[in-house]
């Protein structure tokens, strides 16, 4: 009989992956977990074995809301947020409580693709915003806007990774999210904030989430423990206006099986009060910089000229330009060949652009790995086209 796989990404012999966006094996936090379910089940015995309050556990509720409140200078009150099964789970709930098949979704592109899945899923339709290295381009968004109003089109949503955004790292400017906020209140749509990379700031501290000064109605903000702690816990939360909260807590999803992922909830309410949730941030953003740095620096030595890689400042990924006339889902195949893998970028582009963009996860290999997957990045992109040999 076949053996049924354990994990989601089953790496490849001989292939050093930098296409999955997982966190590295050996960066698990295995000790946390175990020292905490002991203490969870010490501390709450058959509570953290029965149905959960609606809108998660009090104790993670309230480690959240204060850690929240202290990072991003908003008051947030209890009943504003809500104990999710990650930044997925929760956009799909509020698709689910919040949409009809048909609605107009407005989508920054490129964007996160299993988020485009998603909302494919609701059968909604989705209009891509172009975004540039400063993010989803608001004066691109106000001409869609017209062309909607005109056509009598009112958007729902608009969804967005503003902050280290997947695939490209980039974060949206300053006087750019003010705008943003603007046009969704002035436009009545709802941002859907996917604010998952948030804690994973390399050089100073993350923006300003669009959250933290918008009118409470104007914004839902995704957050996970996914990539700040570990995906396998499957628990976030979302911070949105307490009707919104109550809506969600009293749908019948989680009316009917009780707060998300009880249990692990509690774990990880442990996690966090033991102080090994904060540490764990510490050792995550260490190695991711680490990570970055050997991957952008060894880009940089081995690229063609006409290569552009970008250096983001936090997240997981580097965003690469081929020369305008290399496909990156041609050129795979040869990279395969030369023990290297990556995701062609044009499968994060809503309009199907941007065939000579690649995204490159630095999450799962060490730095060495890295190191040594841009030198086969590099010889395979060298062998394809006809570039004259980098100058440094
Ligand atoms: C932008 C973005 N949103 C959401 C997710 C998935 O988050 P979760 O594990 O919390 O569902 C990912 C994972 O790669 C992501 O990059």
């Not at 850690?67 to 689910?96: A, C, F, M, Y």
């Not at 968004?141 to 997947?166: C, D, M, W």
């Not at 999803?253 to 966090?272: Q, Y």
């Amino acid at each position: 009989m076949p053996t049924l796989p354990i994990t989601q990404f089953v790496s490849q012999p001989g292939i050093l992956d930098m296409g999955c966006g997982h966190p590295a094996p050996a960066l698990m936090p295995v000790d946390a977990i175990k020292n905490a379910s002991a203490a969870c089940v010490r501390r709450y015995g058959s509570d953290a074995l029965t149905y959960g309050a609606s809108a998660g556990p009090g104790p993670l509720i309230e480690f959240l809301r204060q850690r929240i409140e202290k990072q991003e200078k908003r008051v947030l009150k209890s009943n504003e947020i809500l104990i999710t099964g990650g930044s997925s789970s929760g956009l799909d709930q509020w698709l689910t409580l919040y949409t009809r098949a048909g609605d107009t979704i407005l989508v920054e592109s490129p964007t996160y693709h299993l988020a485009v899945k998603l909302l494919q899923d609701h059968r909604l339709n989705l209009i891509p915003v172009p975004s540039d290295t400063e993010g989803l381009d608001v004066l691109a968004l106000e001409a869609i806007l017209t062309k909607l109003g005109k056509s009598g089109l009112q958007p729902r949503a608009l969804y967005t990774v503003p902050t280290f955004g997947n695939p490209t790292g980039f974060s949206l400017g300053a006087s750019r999210r003010e705008r943003l906020v603007q046009l969704a209140v002035e436009n009545e749509f709802v941002i859907l904030e996917d604010d998952v990379y948030r804690e994973l700031a390399f050089d100073g501290m993350a923006p300003p989430s669009l959250w933290s000064f918008s009118p409470s109605d104007a914004v839902v903000r995704l957050g996970s423990f996914s990539k700040s702690f570990a995906p396998g816990v499957r628990l976030g939360w979302l911070t949105a206006h307490s009707k919104v909260i109550n809506r969600m807590a009293t749908g019948g999803l989680l009316d009917s099986g009780g707060g998300i992922n009880h249990f692990m909830a509690l774990v990880m309410a442990e996690v966090c009060e033991s102080g090994e949730y904060d540490m764990q941030i510490g050792r995550l953003r260490a190695s991711y910089q680490e990570r970055r740095d050997a991957l952008h620096k060894e880009l940089v030595q081995v690229l063609p000229d006409r290569c552009q890689a970008s250096k983001p400042n936090g997240g997981f990924f580097i965003w690469l330009e081929l020369p305008e006339e290399m496909a990156a889902s041609e050129l795979l195949g040869n990279a395969k060949k030369h023990g290297v893998s990556y995701l062609p970028g044009d499968i994060f582009h809503v309009d199907g652009r941007g065939a000579n963009t690649v995204r490159l996860s630095f999450s799962m290999l060490s730095a060495e790995q890295l190191e040594e997957a841009a030198r086969r990045l590099g010889r395979s992109i060298q062998e394809a086209g006809q570039f004259v040999a980098p100058s440094n």
